[in-house]
């Protein structure tokens, strides 16, 4: 199986513009992504994507391969173009803005082969470790079946804890495999209804019955959406930094 693994990144964040160069300890925030998804030994090609001149320089620059592609709506679309240049049996999406998240988390997107209808789709979650977290409608919350298949996913916090609050709610983490057959899906299908109102294309899939499977992931419950994020996840990567040393 050939499998290919994409970084997206973009420089128009509205929240924090030209975020995937935002410094973390002595290093571009894209570089972070490419170093630990580099430590996943099973990838044909590792590429960053991006609409980006700028951030493609700083890739070159550190030794990565990139590909640039159009202006996208969102980072399954990005995914998707590149889909249509490189060959690759599956591509794992790791977005660039998730430097916390190591190869061994990574690899759990990767099944041993693609399903005989040629349908494969599979993301990342953890746990939440502070309530706080949970409200904040930055952070996607996502609710499984017991075979790890994706109910809902919610700015809001889901579900709500009206009988029982034992409960661990889950994050949504931004690492995730598609199988050729599933791009080809997401991108010939229209927007629905759900979709539009929660702003999240994982429903391309779930509100038209594809089979999403979430699976627990042990890294840090810390993307970086904002320069508040950005100093936080900062030091956590200087923690562990020194505790490798």
Known sequence: MRIACVIPARSGSTRFPNKPLADICGKPMIQWVWEHSSAV??????????????????????????ILTLEC?????RLYQVSRLVDADL????NGDEPLVYANDIMKCIPEAIPSDGFYVSNLMTDFKDPVQ???PTNLKVVTNK???CLFISRSPIPFPK????FTYK??????AYSKKALDFYHNTEKGMIETIEENDSFRFIENGVKCLYLNAYCSNMSVDTPKDLVEVSKIMRQNMERSV
Do not use: C, H, P, Q
């Not at 709506?73 to 679309?77: D, G, K, L, P």
């Open 147 to 149: 075979n790890g298949e």
């Open 41 to 66: 030994t099973i990838f044909d090609r590792i590429l960053v994507a991006t609409d980006s001149d700028e951030i493609a320089d700083r890739v070159k620059a550190f030794g990565g391969e990139y």
């Open 163 to 166: 009988g029982s609050a034992d």
């Open 73 to 77: 709506e969102t980072a399954t679309e």
């Open 171 to 176: 994050k949504f983490v931004g690492v995730a």
């Open 134 to 136: 949970v409200i904040d």
């Open 91 to 94: 591509y794992v999406m790791v």
